[in-house]
């Protein structure tokens, strides 16, 4: 069963532009949500996450945001920078029980 | 500190064969867990352990599958007769306890590639 979702399998946006990318979960009990962003042959890098009391974080060029109701959350970067490009991944928590989307391959164009 | 470390980087083995996997988590964090990772997918949770103690376990560990922490530091992910099936990234991570849930944020090592011919 897939609990958390990440429809976009990839995203291309040109330097300097905003990149958003999407996750949907299904599971009301998650309370915890984390962006981990991945490079070729690394293992997933913590980005930035977000409780579920709140519907924004923010940590320099990237920001989090969460709509409960809607059970979506979203991470835009911006701007954005070649060295974003990597696989990110969206993740859900409550307890020590995590859910990771399928990921969403960012390609940051110069 | 360095990290989470895991090794070996890479395993080809053959069907049929046991292998071995070891985790060094970052040496304050008292709770390590194990994922799997296949290709185009996600991490998907194997098993959990706080201290020594292995507190939970996925369905996705087969009889197969076992995993230690024996002094509540490294910890070894052994499969035995390993199946095509097993092939994946194998991913280790670790958290602190002394952050307080829900920051109890994981963070994960390189991972081990498991290849079974």
């Known amino acids: 069963d897939q609990q958390v979702k990440q429809n976009s399998p990839s995203l291309s946006v040109q330097e300097g532009r905003i990149s958003i990318l999407n996750c949907d979960y299904t599971?009301?009990?998650?309370?915890?949500f984390l962006w981990y962003k991945k490079y070729p042959a690394e293992g997933p890098t913590f980005l930035i996450s977000?409780?579920?009391?709140?519907d924004k974080n923010e940590d320099g060029r990237f920001t989090v945001f969460l709509n409960k109701s809607a059970k979506h959350l979203s991470l835009h970067i911006v701007p954005s920078q070649p060295g974003d490009s990597a696989v990110y991944f969206c993740?859900?928590?409550?307890?020590?029980?995590?859910?990771f989307g399928a990921g969403t391959r960012l390609t940051v164009k110069p | 500190d360095t990290g989470v470390s895991q090794d070996p980087r890479h395993k080809i083995t053959k069907r049929g064969q046991n292998v071995t996997f070891r985790c060094d988590p970052i040496s304050e964090h008292n709770r390590l867990y194990w994922y799997r990772q296949t290709l185009g997918q996600g991490p998907e949770f194997l098993t959990y352990f706080q201290n020594e103690a292995q507190l939970e376990k996925s369905r996705l560990l087969s009889d197969r599958f076992s995993a230690e922490r024996p002094k509540g530091s490294f910890s070894t992910l052994e499969i035995q007769r390993t199946e095509q099936g097993d092939s994946a990234m194998y991913l280790c991570?670790?958290?602190?306890?002394?952050?307080?849930?829900?920051?109890?944020?994981?963070?994960f090592g390189p991972g081990t590639r498991l290849t079974v011919l």
């Open positions: 991570a670790s958290s602190s306890l002394l952050t307080r849930a829900p920051t109890d944020t994981q963070y």
């Open positions: 993740a859900a928590r409550r307890d020590n029980d995590m859910r």
């Open positions: 599971n009301s009990m998650f309370d915890y």
């Open positions: 977000i409780s579920s009391i709140k």
